[in-house]
C-alpha cells in the first residue's frame, strides 16, 4: 500500500467549476506539501502545512491531521489551473518527501 | 528569487554511456535531492545529500552515483546508461530543517536510446 494516496487519478472539469483533490497518508508527517506541475515538467511548491487550512488566491488547502487527510480546492477554475497536482509528505529526518501519485486536471474553457 | 537549476532540460544518450545530470541551487540550502518521475509511479527518491561530501540512498539508488562536492551543486551520475533509465529526473533542495518546504528544478528528461 502506497504511503501516500490521491484522489482521482484523473479530474476533467469545466471553466467555472470548484474542483477538490484529496490527499491520505498513513505515516507520521512533520508537514504536507501540495505541489504542482505543468507539462513540461518544472514543479512548483503551492502550500505547505502542518494543521488547519491555508488559501492564496483561488486555491484553498486543508489538512485533518486526526484522519490523516488533506484537501486541495479550487474555486472557480480556468483552464490555466490544468496541471498535475501531487500530495507530498515530510517526516523523514533529512526532509525527504514521499510523494502521492499526482492528480492530472483537465480545466476545459 | 529562489532557484534550482538543472543542466539541461533534455537529453539523448546512447545506452552505455556515462551520463552527468547537473544540479545548482542559490539558497545555500543543507539539503538536495534527485528524484525520478516515471508515469503510474510518481516520483521516487534516488539520492539525497544533507551536506557537502555526503550521501545517502533514496528508495532507487541501484544505477545511480551522485557528488556533493559544494553546497549548491549536486550531481547524479549514470555510470553506464541503460534504456530503463530514460525518465524525467527532478532535482530539489531545502533546509536542513524538518518540515520545510522544498524547491525544484525545472527538471530534465531523459531518453537512453
Known amino acids: 500500500k502506497n504511503e501516500v494516496e490521491q484522489s482521482p487519478q484523473n479530474l476533467t472539469a469545466q471553466e467555472g467549476e470548484f474542483i477538490t483533490i484529496n490527499c491520505s497518508y498513513s505515516?507520521?508527517?512533520?508537514?504536507l506539501h501540495w505541489l504542482q506541475q505543468h507539462p513540461g515538467g518544472g514543479i512548483v511548491s503551492l502550500f505547505m502545512?502542518?494543521?488547519g487550512k491555508k488559501k492564496h488566491g483561488r486555491l484553498i488547502a486543508t489538512i485533518n491531521i486526526q484522519e490523516k487527510h488533506s484537501s486541495l480546492h479550487i474555486t472557480a477554475s480556468h483552464p490555466r489551473d490544468s496541471a498535475v497536482y501531487i500530495c507530498a509528505v515530510s517526516g523523514g529526518s533529512q526532509g525527504n518527501l514521499i510523494f502521492g501519485k499526482g492528480t492530472k486536471l483537465s480545466v476545459k474553457p | 528569487d529562489v532557484k534550482v537549476t538543472q543542466s539541461s532540460r533534455y537529453l539523448v544518450k546512447r545506452t552505455g554511456e556515462k551520463v552527468f545530470l547537473e544540479c545548482v541551487q542559490d539558497?545555500?540550502?543543507?539539503?538536495m535531492f534527485w528524484y525520478r518521475q516515471d508515469p503510474g509511479l510518481g516520483l521516487r527518491l534516488i539520492y539525497f545529500?544533507?551536506?557537502?561530501?555526503?550521501?545517502e540512498k533514496g528508495d532507487i539508488p541501484e544505477g545511480y552515483s551522485v557528488s556533493r562536492e559544494k553546497k549548491e551543486r549536486f550531481s547524479l551520475i549514470l555510470e553506464s546508461a541503460s534504456t530503463n533509465q530514460t525518465s524525467m529526473y527532478l532535482c530539489a533542495s531545502s533546509p536542513h530543517r524538518v518540515g520545510t518546504e522544498a524547491f525544484f528544478g525545472q527538471g530534465t528528461r531523459l531518453t537512453v536510446v
Open positions: 539558497m545555500d540550502h543543507e539539503n
Open positions: 545529500s544533507y551536506d557537502v561530501k555526503m550521501k
Open positions: 505515516v507520521g508527517i512533520s508537514a
Open positions: 502545512l502542518s494543521s
